[in-house]
């Protein structure tokens, strides 16, 4: 799957057949099986799905903040920012991808930087591996592969590139230390070397941001409610000025007065920052006022992704509709809503073919035995489903 | 008095029995005392319900919405007896209690409530329970107890006529007592001397008063399901076990016959076939199952009235309405009452005939779900409607704005506990006392001055 | 109660079965459990080894129980002929007489003589042959053991479960008990209880369990029993109209028990070393055993600084079985541990 698409927008995360099992007692949890997606600058992606699909698994993959047991098996995310010809002097060994001039991509490992407009890249060809010089346009993305770089130079983009609002993180602040001091902490961990006065300042700044009246930067978590704590730790994700926030179920815990006016806020803040995000939940409703674009997850697999009022109208995988069905709205008319039967799969033996299959109303013999590949099925909208509804 | 004018009522009182509320909440409080800081001397109370007054109909799914830590969990842990309230009464329905009127030849000189569980038609003097009394105004409690226990003692029955509901007759000190049913009375054209009221009180119980085996029978008749599948059921327990744990505990039947009606139930809540449900673990079933185990369990007893407290806020998307669809169909079978506590509106909307919603232990706005939902009349209610997120992203809402956030209600204030946050507060409210429950019309109430 | 108009038909096995099937299962599974862990088998393997040598070998050396003189075939004889001559091979009789040709008679040999041929582990100061107390002190200790701790666990668990149900009043009673048996030291309390009276066998395991079991065993299985009891299901067990001893022995004790198995382990060790330690001192009524080898080598003055290392034989195998037993059944606890505490449990 290309990027090229869009050829206006600029692309941020690509992630392309990621593939990640947890080995268990039992035998291996096959978490996230060929999830593929794009997200560009400044869009919002929201990734829905029952609880145990993966979601969160493939967050900790992207950033490769895996558990001991488990068993990355294939895949690339590709992390864009403008390209710069210094920063890509750091990059010299790794797999980088250059994409300019709308859909004009370049994979290959990074040999040399020859010059501000000129890279020398070592790729595949013709079944050789070949150097080949790559013309670099000065507004050209340069992505880096996150799952082959080594561990300082992921460092430097976990939180400054990419950070994440861990689930129920509001219960992981440290109730000893005061909450400014675990912001500035985090500040200074990744950008140090900043004058106190000025890491306060700016603490002040992102409390204000999030809606904390800033005196409460000298206050203990246990003086902040539920939803303080919430903003204190979106704040602490903004600290570094990353281009994307990954957050995973940043309201599950939280009341829906508190949780509507979070998500109001995270979503102006995103606009205004012009940032990219990436939404976990398992509410759609949710997922629904805070997203651009959604990514249905259903055991381990991405089956539909597409833009967020193509998967409310126009839906093409069965689970999608049926998920949509399944949820009761305090608007619109009364209804009686249909139960999906059966429930979802053990991860460990997840059914052959496509993995909805025993569930699915359209299923035929083909999708017993053939997964579905996920393939475009209109412009920006990718299923993986065989008989796709229209 | 006259004997034609007071007929009407207890027709009456028969007419609405049937259709009457199942469970009637008169000014129920429950206050937790905590202490403050580490060391404080003082003892202060949170008021997890407060003055709370409704009534659940037979057969109905009653809501209890609000935002965690507002009261729902403790009003129904009170309403099935897990804590005792504070102050106020629950009175129930219940199905062994019959309301009798104890008659001096045709004039009715007080009610008493017996328990029969085998029906009136087979109680005779040695196995009555009496209950309660009711008695008219200005009659002496003491001599009628008395009267009561020799008719207890003495009361024959005559098999002819107990079938229209004349139960026992004694002649004590020259005069004749007996002990009537309401239709008796009223066929026989007996004097009741305004009990009308006094007999609609005597078909409820007050559960404070239950113990040892009527606290038992209640039990049978009153289960709760709980929030979280994964710890309501004993991990170390089969699910056989656990379904059949309440038929064990209340003695009912022989092994044999409970094995068939735990395998009967299982199928019922959609465990088929039971005999591959029987005998696996808790950790073997999936959340929904789990579920569906503890809807099972609570419904084996075949209940008159379940407590619900959040039972599919847990569960998975797709799994989730099958729960909530299993439990309306079983109304619909078994003409259970449902008192449905969730913090989803939503799920409220799709599960409730009625709902209240509650803020800080109070009930602020009651009344038919559709009502509320399309037309809320309490600030709060509107505010909480306003922010719920709608799968839809064509359709766009217009949040409202509230001030601060949900506290603790540690020693109210004697004045609306909404007062802090609400946008149309006004001086009246500051001064005047919590606003109470009024009825706004189509059943619909509020709790609030400025609508 | 059921709609059908028919006697019941049993659907399925009967329930007695399934239960002894689950409990097979269960016991397979946590089987497959603790042979993970390597401590836990190496414990076991130890056990088994002590097992078969007190209760197969040193029968089959030694000749079964004697028989009491009223039996009537073969009364007051051992229950079949020694493998091992019995004169020599008998940890309380044992009589080495040897053949001394200077004498032309049997007499007895030096003792206490060092490993030989003859006598594998020597004899101990009293000529008898030590390898034969070893092996007999191996039944003292495992009966002594695991007598004692099933005291302990019956009574630790009993009163855990009911002090953290009750709480109150029995909690406190039983807790500042348990502190005060905490702060006598053990072997102190057993010296002096020695004294007022006089200690065999039997009694000093009762005397061992009961301390157990009212000391910290109550205190840790009281807190797991806490945990138990604000769980859910005991509230839906109390509302399905369960009463108290229901959810004292239905949930609450069927919940900890794997805790207080975990705990009998432990308790086994410490009441083998406690044993040890009184008849060290001589304070208890016991015929043969570990802690009785080392008190009689110490009374025959072999213990002393100067020629402890030479005359090794007396005390350092009973030490060792002390500790190998001692350390045998620790270890097993720490492999169960890793079934009962999941948090430990390798994934
Ligand atoms: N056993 C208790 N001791 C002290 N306070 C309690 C106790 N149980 C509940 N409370 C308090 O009473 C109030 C109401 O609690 P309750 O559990 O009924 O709320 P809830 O609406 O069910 O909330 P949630 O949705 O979080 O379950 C809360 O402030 C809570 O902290
Ligand atoms: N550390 C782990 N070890 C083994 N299995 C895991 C681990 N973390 C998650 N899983 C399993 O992986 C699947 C996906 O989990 P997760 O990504 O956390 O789901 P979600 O975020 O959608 O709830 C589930 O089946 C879960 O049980
Ligand atoms: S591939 Fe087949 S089984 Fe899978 S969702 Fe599509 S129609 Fe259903
Ligand atoms: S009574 Fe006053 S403070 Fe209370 S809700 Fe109504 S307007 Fe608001
Ligand atoms: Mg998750
Ligand atoms: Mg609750």
Not at chain 1, 237 to 247: E, N, Q, T
Request: aromatic share 10%; glycine share 8%; proline share 6%.
């Amino acid at each position: 799957m290309t990027i090229a698409t869009a050829a206006h927008k600029a692309p941020m995360l690509e992630v392309q057949d990621l593939t990640m099992h947890y080995f268990t007692r039992k035998g291996e949890v096959k978490a996230v099986d060929d999830v593929t997606f794009t997200l560009y600058k400044g869009e919002a992606l929201g990734l829905v799905g029952e609880s145990g699909c993966g979601k969160t698994s493939i967050a900790i993959t992207l950033l490769r903040l895996l558990p001991e047991n488990a068993l990355f098996k294939k895949g690339h995310v590709f992390f864009y920012r403008p390209y710069d010809p210094q920063k890509a002097q750091r990059y010299i060994g790794f797999p980088v991808k250059i994409v300019q001039n709308g859909n004009e991509a370049y994979t290959g490992r990074l040999r040399e930087v020859r010059s501000d407009a000129q890279l020398l890249l070592q790729a595949r060809t013709n079944g050789r591996f070949q150097e080949i010089p790559v013309q670099v346009d000065p507004k050209a993305h340069f992505g880096v592969d996150l799952i082959a770089l080594d561990e300082p130079r992921l460092q430097e983009i976990r939180w400054k590139g990419i950070s994440m609002i861990f689930q129920a993180a509001m219960n992981a602040l440290n109730p000893v230390y005061k909450v400014g001091d675990q912001i500035a902490e985090a500040i200074n961990t990744h950008t140090p070397g900043q004058p106190p006065d000025q890491v306060r300042e700016k603490i002040a700044q992102l409390f204000q941001l999030v809606g904390i009246d800033p005196a409460m930067i000298d206050r203990y978590p246990h003086e902040y409610s539920g939803g303080m704590k919430q903003r204190a730790i979106i704040a602490m994700a903004l600290s570094c000025d990353p281009d994307l926030i990954i957050a995973d179920e940043p309201t599950t815990a939280l009341d829906v007065i508190v949780q509507d006016k979070i998500l109001r806020e995270m979503r102006v803040i995103q606009k205004k920052l012009n940032m990219s995000m990436i939404y976990i939940s398992h509410d759609i409703a949710v997922i629904a006022e805070v997203s651009d674009k959604i990514g249905v997850m259903y055991a381990g697999k991405m089956v539909e992704v597409a833009r967020c009022e193509t998967i409310f109208q126009r839906p093409v995988h069965p689970y999608t509709k049926a998920l949509m069905s399944a949820f009761p709205s305090i608007k619109g008319e009364r209804r009686k809503l249909e139960s999906m039967p059966g429930e979802p799969p053990d991860l460990i033996k997840p059914p052959l073919g496509c993995r909805f299959h025993p569930r699915c109303p359209y299923a035929t013999e083909q999708c017993a035995k053939e997964d579905p590949a996920f393939k475009p099925q209109h412009e920006e909208h990718f299923a993986a489903c065989w008989h796709p509804l229209s | 008095m006259n004997p034609t004018a007071t007929q009407p009522e207890i027709s009456q009182v028969l007419r609405t029995k049937e259709r009457d509320a199942l469970v009637r909440i008169e000014r129920l409080s429950k206050l937790y005392p905590v202490s403050k800081g580490l060391f404080a001397r003082t003892r202060n109370f949170i008021h997890a319900v407060d003055d709370l007054s409704f009534e659940i109909g037979k057969g109905e799914v009653f809501g209890l919405i609000g935002e965690s830590g507002c009261g729902k969990t403790t009003t129904g842990k009170l309403l099935v007896k897990l804590t005792d309230p504070t102050k106020g009464h629950i009175y129930l329905r219940d199905q062994e209690r019959y309301p009798l009127l104890v008659t001096q030849g045709d004039r009715a000189i007080g009610a008493a409530a017996v328990r029969a569980p085998k029906g009136l038609t087979s109680l005779n003097h040695q196995q009555m329970t009496l209950l309660d009394v009711a008695l008219p105004e200005g009659s002496d409690r003491r001599r009628f107890s008395e009267l009561l226990q020799q008719l207890k003692r003495q009361g024959r029955s005559d098999p002819g006529r107990r079938a229209q509901g004349f139960i026992l007759s004694a002649e004590i000190a020259g005069s004749v007592y007996s002990l009537v049913t309401p239709e008796y009375a009223l066929s026989a054209n007996i004097r009741t001397d305004s009990l009308a009221k006094s007999l609609e009180q005597l078909y409820y119980g007050d559960i404070a008063m239950l113990e040892g085996a009527r606290l038992k029978s209640f039990r049978r008749n009153v289960q709760m399901i709980f929030q979280d599948p994964y710890e309501s059921l004993n991990p170390r327990m089969t699910i056989f076990d656990i379904v059949n744990e309440p038929l064990a505990v209340q003695g009912i039947g022989s092994l044999l016959e409970r094995e068939e009606r735990v395998a009967e139930m299982l199928e019922h809540v959609g465990l088929t076939p039971a005999s591959s449900f029987m005998f696996r673990f808790p950790h073997e079933l999936s959340g929904g199952q789990r579920q569906r185990v503890a809807i099972a369990r609570a419904m084996v007893l075949n209940p008159s009235f379940i407590v619900a407290d959040e039972p599919t806020s847990m569960l998975d998307v797709s799994i989730r309405i099958g729960v909530m669809n299993l439990m309306l169909e079983l109304r619909e079978e078994f003409q259970i009452s449902y008192l449905y506590i969730t913090h989803d509106l939503a799920v409220a909307r799709y599960m409730c005939d009625r709902i209240a919603v509650m803020y800080l232990g109070k009930i602020v706005e009651m009344g038919p779900t559709e009502e509320v939902i399309q037309n809320p009349l309490h600030p709060y209610t509107r505010a909480l409607i306003s922010a719920v997120p709608i799968p839809d992203p064509t359709m766009r809402r217009q949040p409202i704005e509230l001030k601060g956030s949900i506290t603790k209600p540690i020693d109210t204030q004697p004045r609306c506990r909404f007062y802090e946050r609400c946008p149309l507060a006004t001086s009246h409210c500051a001064e005047a006392d919590h606003p109470p429950l009024v009825d706004k019309g189509n059943g619909h109430w509020a709790a609030c001055y400025e609508i | 109660m059921a709609t059908a108009t028919t006697a019941p038909q049993r659907q399925f096995d009967p329930i007695w079965r399934v239960r002894a099937r689950l409990l097979r299962r269960g016991a397979l599974e946590s089987w497959a459990m603790f042979r993970e862990s390597k401590i836990g088998l190496t414990g076991l393997a130890v056990i088994a080894i002590f097992f078969v040598a007190g209760f197969v070998i040193h029968p089959v050396l030694w000749g079964g129980p004697t028989l009491p003189e009223w039996f009537p075939i073969a009364g007051g004889q051992k229950l079949w002929a020694p493998l091992w001559d019995g004169k020599i091979y008998d940890p309380i009789l044992g009589r080495p007489l040897v053949w001394s040709e200077e004498h032309e008679t049997y007499i007895f040999t030096d003792f206490p003589a060092p490993p030989s041929l003859r006598h594998w582990l020597g004899t101990d100061p009293y000529g008898r042959d030590i390898l034969s107390q070893i092996l007999h002190g191996i039944q003292a200790a495992f009966v002594l053991g695991i007598f004692a701790a099933l005291i302990t666990v019956f009574i630790g668990t009993t009163i855990g479960a009911i002090a953290a149900y009750y709480g109150g009043f029995v909690d406190t009673f039983f807790m500042r008990l348990a502190d005060i048996i905490l702060l006598f030291p053990l072997i102190a309390f057993l010296i002096v209880l020695s004294g007022l009276m006089q200690m065999d066998f039997w009694s000093l395991a009762i005397v061992l369990g009961i301390y157990g079991g009212f000391g910290s065993i109550t205190i840790v299985l009281k807190s797991q029993a806490l945990a138990i009891k604000v769980k859910p299901y005991i509230e839906a067990a109390r509302v399905a109209g369960g009463g108290h001893g229901h959810i004292i022995f239905r949930h609450i004790i069927p919940n900890i028990l794997p805790l207080s198995f975990l705990y009998m382990m432990f308790t086994v060790t410490s009441a083998i070393f406690s044993e040890a330690v009184l008849s060290f001192f001589g304070l208890v009524d016991i015929k043969m055993s570990w802690g009785l080898m080392i008190n009689i080598t110490r009374d025959a003055g072999y213990l002393g600084a100067t020629n402890m290392m030479q005359f090794w034989w007396l005390w350092m195998p009973a030490g060792l079985c002390i500790t190998f037993l001692c350390a045998a059944f620790y270890l097993v606890g720490r492999g169960l541990d890793e079934i009962v505490n999941p948090r430990l449990r390798a994934r």
